[in-house]
């Protein structure tokens, strides 16, 4: 079983910055094998992938919405993935998820709780 707890939302004004952080645990658990997903959801819409990791690769997705200001990172040691979202703006405001999946595994199996992140001024 894989647990997800997220950490880092809050309420911030547009331009700033805010560090996401998902600590990924489990019996066993062994990160290098797993992609590893960031995902919002605002208020009356639909779930929307925002960035992912492949971590042992390295490799990194963006969302066009966010591409350009916002970095996915591994602390490996920590078995902790950030996202780093810079320039905020109204429209980033939503609960962000963290989920897991294993790398040939097409769907994220394990999520987190979320945590709210609020732009406004």
């Known amino acids: 079983q894989v647990h997800i707890v997220e950490s880092g939302g809050g309420s911030v004004q547009p331009g700033e910055s805010a560090r996401l952080s998902c600590v990924v645990s489990?019996?066993?658990?062994?990160?290098?094998?797993?992609?590893i997903g960031w995902f919002r959801q605002a208020p009356g819409k639909g779930r929307e992938g925002v960035a992912c990791?492949?971590?042992?690769?390295?490799?990194?997705y963006y969302a066009d919405s966010v591409r350009g200001r916002s970095t996915i990172s591994v602390d490996s040691a920590k078995n902790t993935v950030y996202l780093d979202l810079n320039d905020l703006k109204p429209e980033d405001t939503a609960v962000y998820y963290c989920?897991?999946?294993?790398?040939?595994?097409?769907?994220?199996?394990?999520w987190g709780q979320g945590t709210q992140v609020t732009v406004s001024s």
């Open positions: 489990g019996y066993t658990l062994d990160l290098d094998y797993y992609s």
């Open positions: 990791i492949g971590v042992k690769a390295g490799n990194t």
């Open positions: 989920a897991a999946r294993l790398l040939w595994e097409g769907e994220y199996r394990y």
